[in-house]
T-cell receptor, first 114, second 112 residues
C-alpha cells in the first residue's frame, strides 16, 4: 500500500520569498513521485516528476523537488514566489506497475502575499 | 484541441436522480481514470480502464458504473444520486507504459 503525507494544509509566503512544500511518502516498492498544481476551478497540471533518474528534478515555472530515499521525502521548492504561484499543490505517488494509480496527499494551499 | 475534455463542466441535480459525466481524450492514450475530489480537496481514484477493460475499481459503490465504449472515451454513470456524491470528478489518461497522467478540467457535481 502507498500513502502520501503533505505537511501543512496552508502555506503563506511573501512575494519573492522561498516556497517550500513538504511531502513524505510510504511505499513498499520504489515509486514514481509527482507534484501537481491546481489553480482555482481548474484541473491538475503536472509540475514535475521523479521516475528513478536524477534525484533533483526540475519542473515548470521554476519549481524543483529532491527525492530523498533515506527520508522518504519529495519536497517541492521555488526560490522566489510569484503572485501567480497561488494555487493548491498536490504530491502523489504511484507504483511502477500496470495501472499506475495515483495516490495523492491532502494538498497544500499556497497563498502569496504582496 | 483540448487534450482531455469532460462534459458537463457543472452538473446540479436532485437526490435520487441518475446522471452521466463524459470524458474524451485525443492524445491516443490507452489508459483512462476517474478520480473524485471531495469538498476538502482530497483526491481519490475511483476507476481505471486499459484498452476498454476495467483494471482498477477502488471499492466504489455500485451506483457508480463506468463505461468505456472505445479507448478515447470513459464515461461515468451514477444512479440514485446522494448528497455525499457532491464533488469534483476528474478524468485522466495516459499511455500504459508511461508514468504521467494528464487530467481533464473536472466536472463539479452538486446534489441537492
Amino acid at each position: 500500500a502507498q500513502s502520501v503525507t503533505q505537511l501543512g494544509s496552508h502555506v503563506s509566503v511573501s512575494e519573492g520569498a522561498l516556497v517550500l512544500l513538504r511531502c513524505n511518502y510510504s511505499s513498499s516498492v520504489p515509486p514514481y513521485l509527482f507534484w501537481y498544481v491546481q489553480y482555482p476551478n481548474q484541473g491538475l497540471q503536472l509540475l514535475l516528476k521523479y521516475t528513478s533518474a536524477a534525484t533533483l528534478v526540475k519542473g515548470i515555472n521554476g519549481f524543483e523537488a529532491e527525492f530523498k530515499k533515506s527520508e522518504t521525502s519529495f519536497h517541492l521548492t521555488k526560490p522566489s514566489a510569484h503572485m501567480s504561484d497561488a494555487a493548491e499543490y498536490f504530491c502523489a505517488v504511484s507504483p511502477k506497475a500496470a495501472g499506475n494509480k495515483l495516490t495523492f496527499g491532502g494538498g497544500t494551499r499556497v497563498l502569496v502575499k504582496p | 484541441d483540448t487534450a482531455v475534455s469532460q462534459t458537463p463542466k457543472y452538473l446540479v441535480t436532485q437526490m435520487g436522480n441518475d446522471k452521466s459525466i463524459k470524458c474524451e481524450q485525443n492524445l491516443g492514450h490507452d489508459t483512462m481514470y476517474w478520480y473524485k475530489q471531495d469538498s476538502k480537496k482530497f483526491l481519490k481514484i475511483m476507476f481505471s480502464y486499459n484498452n476498454k477493460e476495467l483494471i482498477i475499481n477502488e471499492t466504489v459503490p455500485n451506483r457508480f458504473s463506468p463505461k468505456s465504449p472505445d479507448k478515447a472515451h470513459l464515461n461515468l454513470h451514477i444512479n440514485s444520486l446522494e448528497l455525499g456524491d457532491s464533488a469534483v470528478y476528474f478524468c485522466a489518461s495516459k499511455v500504459s507504459a508511461t508514468d504521467t497522467q494528464y487530467f481533464g478540467p473536472g466536472t463539479r457535481l452538486t446534489v441537492l
